[in-house]
């Protein structure tokens, strides 16, 4: 097998496990976003083996396979910011190979912003009279994020110490 057959295989694999696990919902957003059962720690398990490239890649055609399951299309610029930017952003942990879970704070945070952005410019209509848009971004995007962020750092610190992130490689 070719190492980009091996990437390829490695991708798809990844992907579909983030996938089947991003079906296990715990808490779901009313606008989009939901806590699930550690979803993104399979891109950032990729991104930590094959580096940021493949990460990014991976991360994108998660978030295009989100949007097919849990579509909340308000304009094109938002369906972009929300799936495959934020998706692929979480690949920048490829980054810090050596580093890990700061990988993790990297991706989730690049994530947080791709959320942040839209939120502001597509759901301040969404926003409780009075209050600020941008603070209502940031408590809304938060709130599920830094639940996903807790159950990743958790896991990716478990996969790490176990020396699993570069099994057969």
Excluded: C
């Amino acid at each position: 097998m070719t190492k980009q057959t091996e990437i390829l295989a490695e991708i798809i694999v990844f992907v579909t496990l983030a996938a089947v696990l991003h079906q296990f919902t715990f808490f779901s957003m009313p606008q989009g976003g939901r806590v699930t059962a550690g979803s993104m720690i399979p891109i950032f398990w990729l991104a930590l083996r094959r580096g940021a490239k493949v990460g990014v890649i991976a991360g994108i055609v998660f978030g295009l396979i989100v949007l097919m399951i849990e579509p909340f299309f308000f304009h094109p610029v938002q369906v972009l910011l929300d799936y495959p930017i934020a998706f692929g952003l979480l690949g920048l942990a490829g980054f810090f190979r050596q580093i890990p879970l700061l990988g993790v704070v990297v991706g989730v945070f690049g994530r947080f912003i791709a959320h942040f952005i839209a939120g502001i410019i597509f759901f301040a209509s969404y926003v409780p009279e009075g209050m600020n848009p941008v603070l209502y971004s940031v408590i809304y995007q938060g709130s599920y994020l830094l639940v996903e962020f807790i159950i990743s750092m958790i896991i990716i610190y478990i996969l790490f110490r176990r020396k699993y992130i570069d099994i057969y490689r």
